[in-house]
């Protein structure tokens, strides 16, 4: 019986859980520019004490546009639908302990944008970084490290980004940096 029922429950609980976390977040604020200081993703713990520490992601979008202006591409507008998967994607990675593209069953960032409002034929990409600083200089320093990474920031094309970023091991202290990148 418990297996008949097991994955819908589960997901099911999935669910709610990410619905919950989408009107807490946006019940505080979060999109408002006013509330910058307000946390960006709400967070639970699992049973190996992962830590969902909130922070702001304004910081990062502020050092991503930074880069951006400085090679004389259009700044990016943080959008709340991409963030909303950059979030999904980062409790995700942090709740089942992996970091990569691609989810343990298979899923990509692409995969939650029908959920969210967004067409999962529009032009993107993904940037992931898992780092022992909480610095958004340093993760900027990083990405632009790698040829790919780099050309996702710097692609012309894209206009819109959202960003995530948590604590991934209270243990260890590593942050995980998440930033879907968009064409409007």
Known sequence: M???????????????YVFAMMMLNKHIGV????????PRVAGVS????????????????????SFRA?????????DLRLNAVA???????????????VSPEGKTF???YAQNGLSNTMYSCEN??????????????DWLASPAHKACMSDKLVNRVGVASITFDKETGQKLFVTIFAQQ
Do not use: C, W
């Open 2 to 16: 418990r297996a008949r029922f097991g994955v819908p429950v589960a997901v099911f609980i999935f669910a709610v």
């Open 31 to 38: 999109y408002d520019s006013a509330a910058a200081t307000q």
């Open 46 to 65: 699992t049973e190996k004490k992962l830590a969902h520490i909130p922070k702001t992601t304004q910081t990062l979008t502020d050092v991503l546009n």
């Open 70 to 78: 400085a090679g004389d591409l259009a700044l990016l507008t943080e």
């Open 87 to 101: 979030q999904s994607r980062a409790i995700d990675m942090v709740s089942k302990h992996y970091y990569a593209h």
């Open 110 to 112: 692409v995969d939650l």
């Open 128 to 141: 992931l970084l898992l780092s022992s600083s909480a610095d958004e200089q340093q993760a900027l320093a």
